[in-house]
């Protein structure tokens, strides 16, 4: 089995796909990114849960700095769009250009042959036109597959969902059962 990154944002879904994906006997490295000031409270918070988790499963632990990339690429585009009146959604705009972007770039440059998150979506090869096709995850009242619906073919064949075939409460379930700290989260 190759290297992956996990994208850990310091929340008991990209945990549990972390655990699940070191289970399938993956080499795993967590990797975090920073887009607000790395000094504020929630940024600081999440990447010292982030670094609780790879400490507890034993992986090693990456802090990639976008602040830059997240400010001109979401942040800007969002303004610019809401002062004409329109309803951009920068989540969508993160994922596509941020997170399977400059975080995939990041994962690759440290040798991961896939990116893995906790996004509630799945994927599925076509057998017929060999593209990968994405899908609403099992929970439809977690379902983030509309947040990843601007990623290319070559970020979906790079991407991993482990937690996308789980509902919200196997999730927690699973961390509280395998005892990690972020589990009420």
Not at 30 to 35: A, D, E, F, P, Y
Not at 80 to 102: D, I, L, M, Q, W
Not at 106 to 113: D, H, K, P, Q, Y
Not at 128 to 154: E, H, I, M, N, W
Request: charged share 20%; with cysteine.
């Amino acid at each position: 089995m190759g290297r992956v990154a996990v994208a850990l944002s310091g929340g008991v879904d990209s945990a549990v796909a972390a655990a699940l994906t070191l289970r399938q006997g993956h080499e795993v490295l967590g990797i975090t990114m920073v887009v607000l000031g790395s000094d504020s409270g929630p940024t600081r918070s999440a990447v010292q849960d982030a670094q609780a988790v790879c400490r507890q499963l034993g992986i090693a632990h990456h802090v990639v700095d976008f602040q830059q990339e997240f400010a001109r690429n979401v942040v800007g585009p969002f303004l610019e769009e809401y002062a004409r009146g329109r309803t951009p959604n920068p989540c969508a705009r993160c994922n596509s250009s941020v997170k399977f972007g400059s975080l995939l770039e990041a994962a690759r440059a440290l040798g991961a042959e896939a990116l893995v998150t906790g996004h509630h979506a799945r994927l599925r090869s076509d057998p017929v036109s060999g593209r990968v096709r994405l899908l609403r995850g099992r929970d439809p009242r977690k379902d983030q597959s509309y947040f990843l619906a601007c990623l290319t073919q070559q970020q979906l064949a790079l991407a991993r969902f482990p937690v996308g075939e789980m509902d919200k409460a196997g999730v927690r379930a699973l961390a509280g059962a395998l005892g990690l700290e972020v589990a009420g989260r």
